[in-house]
T-cell receptor, first 111, second 116 residues
């Protein structure tokens, strides 16, 4: 089976940096993705790591270590609009490349 | 960019009735479409995968006779919740995939279903 673990909630201050961790267990790992979802909205794609290392996209970075089955999303210069839920997700080639989501981390940002 | 639409965006229906939700890829042809369900403050749970012209593949625990999926064309998939009950009230989200790259899977805005 598959499992993805991430913290349920994280709180940070505006302007600060926050890291959201994700550990996964899957039979056919293909890559780790991160999605952002605001209340009542659809998930939006943030980043993807297919190989080990760091991927940077503006204020957001994502890291993957395949040997540790671990990744994280790093958000810098936090803004109030970053308050949302963040989901790590895996593509599982053992399941026809379907994207399976973690339970999500609710990010609260304090002014 | 690629856009996926859903209709309706929200719907209220009475227990025992059926509701159809449409998912359309507006500016691209989707090889595969996916249907997810999300309860409040929970994750997106994959319900089924559909490919144009073939039967949908349902995830374990999802009743295929209750959640009817039709993928009539490369731009349209529909989910029909039959004989809806209050426990079916949820946020239903579709996504459409163009190729195999995860960047190429796009999500619709979701449909909020409330069954009274």
């Amino acid at each position: 089976g598959q499992s993805l673990e991430q913290p349920s909630e994280v709180t940070a201050v505006e302007g600060a940096i926050v890291q959201i961790n994700c550990t996964y267990q899957t039979s056919g790992f293909y890559g780790l993705s991160w999605y952002q979802q605001h209340d009542g909205g659809a998930p939006t794609f943030l980043s993807y790591n297919g190989l080990d290392g760091l991927e940077e996209t503006g204020r957001f970075s994502s890291f993957l270590s395949r040997s540790d089955s671990y990744g994280y999303l790093l958000l810098q210069e936090l803004q109030m609009k970053d308050s949302a839920s963040y989901f790590c997700a895996v593509r599982d080639w053992d399941r026809d490349d379907k994207i399976i989501f973690g339970k999500g981390t609710r990010l609260h940002i304090l002014p | 960019g690629a856009v996926v639409s859903q209709h309706p965006s929200w719907v209220i229906c009475k227990s025992g009735t059926s509701v159809k939700i449409e998912c359309r890829s507006l500016d691209f042809q989707a090889t595969t479409m996916f249907w997810y369900r999300q309860f409040p403050k929970q994750s997106l749970m994959l319900m089924a995968t559909s490919n144009e012209g073939s039967k949908a593949t349902y995830e374990q625990g999802v009743e295929k006779d209750k959640f009817l999926i039709n993928h009539a064309s490369l731009t349209l998939s529909t989910l029909t919740v039959t004989s809806a009950h209050p426990e079916d009230s949820s946020f239903y989200i579709c996504s459409a995939r163009v190729g195999t790259d995860p960047h190429e899977q796009y999500f619709g805005p979701g449909t909020r279903l409330t069954v009274t």
